[in-house]
Nanobody, 125 residues
Framework: QVQLVESGGGLVQAGGSLRLSCAAS????????MGWFRQPTGKEREFVAA????????YYADSVKGRFTISRDNAKNTVYLQMNSLKPEDTAVYYC??????????????????WGQGTQVTVSS
C-alpha cells in the first residue's frame, strides 16, 4: 500500500508559478512511476505529466510542455510538479498517482494503482 498526499496548491495570477509536492508513505521503495493528473470542474480527469521510477524519463501533455516540470526525490519519497507561466485554463484539482507502468502508458490513468486526494490550483486572469 502507498499513501499519497499532495500539497502546494492555491490561488495565483496568470503568469505566476506554483510548485506542487506529493509525499508518499507506506511501500515507498521507488518501485513506482509517478504521474500528475488534473480535473477541471465539470470535466474529465486528464494527464499532465509523468516520471519513471528512476526519474530518467519524463512525459508531458502538449498543453503543459515547456511550462511544467515533473521531478522526483526518491530519498524523500516525494514527487514535484513545478508549474510556470500559469494560465486560467490550468485551473483544476491536481492529483498525483503511483503505478507500475512505463513509457507512454503512464499517460493513461488506468495505469495507476494509488491516488492522492488532490489539491486545488486556481489561476486568475
Amino acid at each position: 500500500q502507498v499513501q499519497l498526499v499532495e500539497s502546494g496548491g492555491g490561488l495565483v495570477q496568470a503568469g505566476g508559478s506554483l510548485r506542487l509536492s506529493c509525499a508518499a508513505s507506506g511501500r515507498t521503495d521507488s518501485s513506482y512511476a509517478m504521474g500528475w493528473f488534473r480535473q477541471p470542474t465539470g470535466k474529465e480527469r486528464e494527464f499532465v505529466a509523468a516520471i519513471t521510477r528512476s526519474g530518467g524519463n519524463t512525459y508531458y501533455a502538449d498543453s503543459v510542455k515547456g511550462r511544467f516540470t515533473i521531478s522526483r526525490d526518491n530519498a524523500k519519497n516525494t514527487v514535484y510538479l513545478q508549474m510556470n507561466s500559469l494560465k486560467p485554463e490550468d485551473t483544476a484539482v491536481y492529483y498525483c498517482a503511483a503505478g507500475l507502468g512505463s513509457g507512454w502508458y503512464l499517460a493513461n490513468a488506468a495505469t495507476y494503482e494509488y491516488w492522492g486526494q488532490g489539491t486545488q490550483v486556481t489561476v486568475s486572469s
